[in-house]
């Protein structure tokens, strides 16, 4: 029986190894003619992909190589996060009020304490949306019996100390939707549209209707001419966390009718004016000004201490915010995550700070040279992010054994059939995920290209079938 058992071995592992040794030469072969590829000229790809059951690398090029990583580095912010926080992790978003109540006047200020929850106010879940949640505290405030407020409505963001963006994003990401910076109070998403009416000769200035979500008041400079049919949204914003002034330039398509998104300079200011609006609209009188924490702080003035709870609003689970966060790769909640979960580890608020700390805890889980995980940011926006293939898949591998992986797995989108989340900016291109071949292997694997000639669209179809050879 012994004897018998250990042929049984002997044959599956003879059977695994040659398995193994023919889907190497499978994908290898591939890997060489897209290498050969005229558009990779003046570029370089790196792909490894691991066996999960085994851990053993099965094929790997260039796999210690630092590569811009782009929106891929998500996928790494997310299984910090889930190991952090917990996939039932909830943002805390408190309505507080300082001073007392006399006869409906309140004679102190309403405050919003914020705790980093990237959906507040977003139109992504029902329970985040901004009229929903205006609602909420609207109520809470008058059922409170307040029916005027002598004070200021306050935002405080003081958690992340203020609305930043990441060391190394560039100028012309930072006004873009994708571009918001982070606070410890966002609202909407940081994000505000702008609608134009392109009427006219091409090379004509384009009328600026209206702008859409925004109660503050920042101040639009409209330099966005008429382009040609066909031409699309050529349009870029030019702000800064703070800006009072956004700049538009560029062009807009002639036949194209559509809602332009730009970054708010500062969300929290913007949700405590869209407070202030509600309750005007309910009746209830604000005598002074909006502002925030931050505002506060750099007027050398103090919160207000002693303050009573109106309402404490629960964010969705972390396992639900990860679904838009993969799905639709939006930048500001991996910043969020990344902040939040380095501050939940004592860590200070600044993101370089956070980064810093997130290649040490990989380094202490796995072993990761620090050098191969060189973030900067959570979302993979900075063109300064350089990380490994191989420091990818095992941060994955690592997922894989954790108790919240079938959360992580669900959230990760079905690309090409594949489980895999894409990344991509000017020249980079990248997917990092998971697939069963069809042999039974689970197989982890990342594939980055970075400095990539010709159209992203092109050079995604040859990547794709790299990819198939996984199958």
């Avoid at 889907?23 to 992909?49: P, Q, W």
């Avoid at 920042?218 to 066909?230: D, L, P, R």
């Avoid at 004016?273 to 924490?293: E, H, P, R």
Wanted: glycine share 8%; no cysteine.
């Amino acid at each position: 029986m012994k004897v018998y058992f250990a042929l049984v071995v002997l044959f599956l592992s003879f059977h695994f190894n040659a398995f193994s040794q023919s889907l190497a030469e499978k994908i290898g072969k591939s890997f060489a003619v897209f290498e050969a590829d005229r558009n990779l000229k003046y570029g370089i790809a790196s792909l490894t992909v691991m066996n999960a059951r085994t851990g053993e690398i099965i094929y790997s090029k260039y796999e210690n190589l630092g590569m811009a990583p782009a929106s891929t580095l998500k996928a790494v912010t997310l299984a910090t996060a889930y190991h952090v926080l917990g996939k039932d992790f909830r943002y805390r978003t408190d309505l507080l009020y300082s001073g007392v109540i006399n006869n409906g006047i309140l004679e102190g200020d309403i405050i919003i304490k914020g705790s980093g929850d990237p959906s507040l106010g977003s139109d992504h879940y029902r329970e985040t949306r901004a009229d929903v949640i205006l609602k909420r505290w609207t109520d809470a405030i008058k059922a409170a019996g307040i029916k005027k407020v002598v004070g200021r409505i306050i935002a405080d963001d003081s958690m992340f100390n203020g609305q930043m963006a990441p060391e190394g994003w560039i100028w012309t990401d930072m006004g873009q939707y994708y571009g918001a910076g982070v606070s410890a109070l966002n609202w909407r998403e940081n994000k505000m549209g702008v609608i134009f009416s392109a009427k006219g000769r091409v090379g004509n200035p384009v009328s600026l209707v209206k702008t859409v979500s925004i109660s503050s008041d920042v101040e639009i400079v409209n330099e966005v001419k008429i382009g040609s049919a066909g031409s699309g949204d050529q349009v870029y914003a030019y702000s800064a966390p703070y800006s009072k002034k956004i700049i538009l330039r560029g062009t807009y398509g002639s036949d194209l009718n559509k809602e332009v998104e730009i970054s708010l300079p500062d969300g929290a200011y913007e949700a405590a004016s869209s407070l202030k609006l509600a309750l005007i609209k309910q009746g209830i009188v604000v005598d002074d000004k909006v502002t925030t924490a931050f505002l506060l702080q750099s007027e050398g003035k103090d919160l207000p201490a002693n303050t009573k709870l109106l309402d404490r609003y629960l964010s969705p689970n972390l396992d639900q915010l990860a679904y838009w966060f993969l799905k639709e790769s939006i930048n500001l909640y991996g910043e969020a995550l990344l902040k939040t979960s380095a501050f939940h580890e004592g860590i200070a608020t600044k993101t370089s700070d956070a980064a810093a700390w997130e290649k040490k805890f990989w380094a202490n889980q796995l072993g990761i040279d620090e050098g191969a995980l060189k973030i900067m940011d959570g979302s993979g926006l900075s063109p300064e992010n350089r990380v490994s293939t191989l420091s990818m898949v095992k941060v994955l591998n690592e997922a894989k054994k954790q108790s919240w992986f079938a959360s992580y797995y669900e959230n990760i989108p079905l690309v090409n059939n594949m489980k895999m989340k894409s990344g991509t900016i000017d020249g980079v291109l990248g997917y990092v995920g998971y697939h069963t071949s069809k042999g039974g292997t689970p197989l982890i694997f990342a594939f980055l290209v970075n400095n990539h000639e010709g159209r992203a669209s092109s050079m995604r179809q040859k990547m794709f079938k790299v990819l198939d050879s996984l199958k």
